[in-house]
């Protein structure tokens, strides 16, 4: 965006600019650490005032700061200086709120080229006066124009999310989970960092020989855990699914072994694992940025979902999404129009999906769709389009219109993003975790407690 200043004689009593801005809990986490503001009140996961609830609450600084946005970017722009600023705070902000920052000249020194300002912050989503004060600047003393997307980009890696997922699933039983064929360090070590962590109690089933040596090549123990011996991997698949019906497992995690190889017994029309609706792929994904978890689906069954399909995909994910604690969970359903094109079918299967959740037949949160990818993630990409809807802009499970777009959504969002991603699969009786190879501990972790919370809610041992 190309910003260009006001010089002091350009500048008339009256000019007005405002910015508008959401405050996520990555600003604060920044502004804690560049400001050395460590005050718990304002960090996401933290309760500052012991009343049993995070605050995520925005410092008084950072409001009063974001002024400067408008000043020094806008009116009147770059080569702005203060002199002085004064602030009375009328309401607090948390992360998730949108403000409204505005700036009004109300007088001009000529002897010392300042103008004062009136300055003022509201709350979008119902106009509350957040704060209100004067600020007197020296103006720019020359033209300058600079384009505002040079600056460099700071991304918070932290996963929070994840760590939220975590901690909510800590209180939880250890899900007893046949663990099939971790015959190398990546699905092994995730199986024993989730049992360390108390998420999963694994049986391992595969060949005994080759766990063995693998423990030995890490340096770990396999001491108190349960190991089935089933050197062929169709076996070992077959087994887990006999601990399910036997009750002796609450969950299957793949290891070692191709996807279509685990998922053939768990499909076996007569001694499978079906429940009624499609299996159905869902990755929960934690995107350095994003103020919440984002799910994105179908990602790895379902190629070429028909209507039908899209039901269960979209009913699944919401299930999911519920076990994770979001209580009315917001569904964009994705196309490449956020209008239906009869020449796009996507598209169609998407208004169709948000007019079902409508009339009821999908149930549990909020669907809208067709949507572009921007406009159900970015409210100001949905305003720029003229979208009125609770989802649109704050699309927190994103439902693709076949496996490839899903893909590589997902894949774009690890590998640009800095994203991490737990992967299960929903359908069957019981929770599957779809580990990919590539994962890190986290991503494995974060599978195991997703798996978890699911598990916990629908035999109703979670809220």
Known sequence: MLIENRTFDELKVGDKAELNRLITADDLL??????????????FDQDGDGDGRPEAMAPGSFIGALLGAVLGNVLPGAGTLYRSQNAQFHA???????LVIRVTVTDKNERETTVTLATEVRRLSDGALVLSGMAEVLTPRRKVSYNSHDLPGLVVQRHRHFEKLLKRAEPLAALKTAVVCPEEPNSLGGALKARDHTL????LIGDTDKIAEVASAMGVTLDGVEILHEPLHRNAARRAVELVHEGRAEAIMKGHLHTDMLLRPILDK????RMGRRFTHIFVMDVPGQPHPLLVTDAAINIAPDLKTKVDITQNAIDLAISLGIEQPKVGVLSATETVNPDIPSSIDAALLSKMADRGQITGGLVDGPLAMDNAVDIAAARTKGITSAVAGHAE???????????MLAKQLTYISHAEAAGLVLGARVPIILNSRSD????????CAVAALHHARMSGKLG
Do not use: C, K, W
Not at 30 to 43: C, D, E, K, Q
Not at 399 to 405: R, S
Not at 440 to 447: G, Q, V, W
């Open 397 to 407: 499970i994103l439902v693709a219109p076949n496996l490839d777009a899903g893909n």
């Open 30 to 43: 920044v502004y804690a650490n560049v400001s050395g503001n460590h005050n718990p009140l304002h960090i």
């Open 92 to 98: 607090r902000v948390f992360a998730g709120d949108e």
């Open 270 to 273: 007569q001694t499978g694992l």
């Open 440 to 447: 890190d501990d986290m991503s494995r972790l974060a599978s």
């Open 200 to 203: 999963i109690e694994p049986i």
